[in-house]
């Protein structure tokens, strides 16, 4: 007998009887879906971090040890060329300092919205001594929407982030002036003429944005600087002075934070060269401590993440299988206790046990199959469902693959064997004088 007849056979077959093809089919497309979403979820989500952790693996962020906020770390002034002359210099790519002003500018609180942790958007500003170094370390500021360009040194101007523009655009464009106003006492006027093409800006933020980051050049920080550590009845010093930080300790002309990128790509070499460049720069400046921004160990500690991760949807794949394996079994096995006399007739007419046993199995590999369609179709519903119930956004977009499709498939024609086996030894052990006979 040709296979191929048996094939068209067994592929009618499969929804003839509606009910227990539809409780296969269902059986199937839950497991399924639930497969496709949590893989969806968690491939989005290594892309994301696999993104930003390739760009940033080997940067970090040198700071004063123990300061509370970025802006009240103070630096040496020499500082660059101090590590400069470090030993291993020739692993550094690129330096830039940056000067960091306090983050309440207060009079655009009111629309910039709030965080994905639910608190109110800040506005860093972020002074950039070297443009050139600066855009060799962050990604943000290499590209620039169509009209932007980049800000001139000793001039008031300043390039805002894409994501500020896009909330508010009648607001914050090419040619508007933006304030830095701190404490309702003191304002400093800005002229945008920059919008990133990034929606994300700097080491501190690469995960979860919690404000808008505003790149100035360091004459803008170091003026505003001086006028709020000034010692007269304007009196400016409440940043300070409030966080029970002494102002006397700030200088105008001290970088806040320097950046530096290396040629390492290995998060242990990162950590290792960090420590030997604290080590290097405290015997430099005995009287400061320093501390390091880096993702290196964010890094590892992903890394052992992705691991566990993979583990678990392992588990849930095997899990999928053995449950969707029980409902087709169950739904094919009630359909073969009806099927006796056919099953009898066709053994009866030449079909060997061979045959019976493959075409249960086809059936259940088309019910399989049609399961799985079924199922992906659920589970991009399922994910833009989800999508729209968190109102605060996702940090990372669920991606369906061709992988992750044809894993579904594959998933399913497999829990169809499994599932047709059982039933088809059954059906194929029926003896056709005694069902025949009605015994």
């Not at 940056?98 to 965080?115: A, H």
Request: glycine share 8%.
């Amino acid at each position: 007998m040709k296979i191929g007849k048996v094939t068209m056979f067994a592929f009618k077959n499969a929804f003839r009887r509606k009910i227990v093809a539809v409780l296969a089919i269902a059986g199937i497309s839950v497991a399924i879906t639930m497969q496709v979403t949590i893989n969806a979820f968690t491939t989005g989500m290594d892309e994301t971090f696999n993104d930003i952790f390739g760009e940033l693996v080997g940067t970090f962020q040198l700071q004063e040890k123990d300061s509370p906020f970025s802006y009240a770390s103070q630096l040496p002034a020499n500082i660059t060329e101090t590590i400069m002359n470090f030993e291993n210099i020739s692993k550094i790519d690129v330096i830039a300092t940056e000067q960091n002003l306090p983050s309440t500018v207060n009079n655009y609180t009111t629309i910039m919205g709030l965080s994905d942790f639910g608190f109110p958007m800040t506005i860093n500003i972020r002074g950039i001594e070297n443009l050139e170094a600066f855009s060799g370390i962050y990604s943000e500021l290499e590209e620039l929407t169509e009209e932007s360009r980049e800000f001139e040194f000793n001039h008031d101007e300043c390039i805002i982030p894409y994501s500020l523009y896009e909330n508010k655009s009648e607001i914050f464009d090419i040619g508007k002036t933006f304030s830095i106003m701190i404490n309702s006492s003191y304002t400093y006027d800005l002229e945008i003429v920059g919008i990133t093409a990034a929606g994300v800006g700097g080491l501190q933020q690469s995960i979860m944005v919690t404000g808008y980051d505003v790149y100035v050049p360091i004459n803008v920080t170091n003026n505003v600087l001086y006028e709020l550590l000034r010692f007269d009845t304007t009196n400016h010093l409440m940043h300070y002075e409030s966080r029970g930080l002494d102002s006397t300790q700030f200088g105008v002309d001290s970088p806040n934070v320097v950046a530096i990128r290396t040629s390492l790509d290995n998060s242990e070499d990162v950590n290792k060269y960090i420590d030997d460049l604290i080590a290097y720069l405290e015997f430099q400046y005995p009287e400061k401590k320093f501390s390091a921004l880096s993702l290196a160990s964010a890094l590892e500690a992903m890394d052992d993440l992705m691991q566990t991760q993979s583990l678990v949807i392992g588990i849930v794949t095997v899990v999928v299988v053995i449950a969707g394996s029980m409902g087709i079994i169950i739904a094919q096995l009630v359909g073969v206790e009806g099927r006796s006399k056919e099953f009898a007739i066709l053994k009866a007419t030449g079909w060997k046990e061979g045959h019976i046993i493959y075409s249960v199995i086809v059936e259940s590999v088309t019910l399989g199959i049609t399961g799985s369609i079924v199922g992906i179709i659920l589970s991009v519903l399922s994910i833009k469902g989800l999508e729209a119930l968190m109102t605060m956004g996702m940090p990372f977009a669920p991606v369906i693959t061709p992988v992750i499709i044809f894993t579904a498939v594959g998933i399913a024609m497999g829990i169809g064997i499994l599932g047709g086996l059982y039933p088809g030894i059954k059906a194929s052990s029926v003896r056709p004088m005694e069902v025949l006979q009605g015994s």
